[in-house]
Each structure stands twice: as C-alpha cells, then as structure tokens.
C-alpha cells in the first residue's frame, strides 16, 4: 500500500512524503489532507485570477472512451506553467498512473477539459469571485466555475 505521510515545516508549509520520517511537525491523516489542500488552493489563487485562460492538453483517452488524462497549464510573466498537481490536490483529484503529468477524468460526452477547469474554478471560488468577470445571460457573473476561461492547446 502507498501510504501518504503529512508534515509541516518550520516554514509553515505542509509536505508529503511516502515515507513515515519521525518529524517534530507531523499531522494526523485528515489534518495533513485538508492543510495540504488547503494550501494548494492558496498557491493556485496566487498565480491565477478571474479571467485569466487556463489550457488543457488530452495526454491519454482510455480504450473504452470512458476515462481520459488532462494536463492543466497557464501563462505567467510570458512562461508555461504547469499547474496539473496543484490543481489535482485542490480540488482531491486523481493523477494518471504511468508517464502522463495529468488528471484522470472520468465520463465522456461533454467537454472533459471544460468540466474540469470550471470545477478548479467553484473549487478556488466557492461563493464566487469579488468582483464579476464577465457576464451571463445579460447579468453580470461572478460564479466562481465561470471565473477562469478554458482553451484547448
């Protein structure tokens, strides 16, 4: 079994490791999952605002079309970044086994890539964003799953 250990440094911030290390910030299971997540959510509110585009790449469609594998990536200051792990541990996703950085998404359908930047979006703004982004039929919006835009790459 893969075992995920919690800790958190002098730094304030909460690493995990898959080996049980006898540290003075050790946390209990639940207590690491929600730090943890917690400050994935922190992280990815820094680097991402309403508005801005989040694109997706399809590394993976499982055989029986029902599952896929999807990377996230954003611009900042002129440069790709890679925000596929931070993403997944905000909003309690699973990576993709083997070589893909990406997250496993399950159903077809629809737009997977879309779903899952609006569910990254309501999981960093729950009760919407400050100010509205946009707007929807005629109103102005501040939905937090309408607050980032979706671009396939």
Not at 5 to 26: F, L
């Amino acid at each position: 079994m893969n075992f995920k250990h919690y800790y958190r440094e002098e730094d304030g911030r909460v690493y995990v490791s898959a080996y049980a290390m006898h540290h003075a910030g050790m946390l209990t299971q639940a207590e690491g999952k929600a730090a943890h997540r917690a400050q994935a959510c922190a992280d990815l509110r820094k680097l991402l605002k309403p508005g801005q585009t989040v694109y997706t790449t399809l590394r993976h469609v499982s055989k029986s079309g029902m599952s896929r594998n999807i990377s996230l990536v954003i611009v900042k200051g002129g440069e790709l970044r890679d925000i596929t792990f931070l993403a997944a541990v905000a909003m309690n996703d699973t990576l993709a086994s083997g070589n893909y950085n990406a997250i496993k998404v399950g159903g077809c359908g629809m737009d997977m890539g879309f779903s899952l930047v609006y569910n990254l979006g309501a999981t960093l703004w729950p009760k919407g964003a400050r100010k509205p982004h946009g707007r929807r039929n005629g109103e102005p919006d501040s939905a937090g799953g309408y607050a980032l835009k979706h671009q396939w790459a």
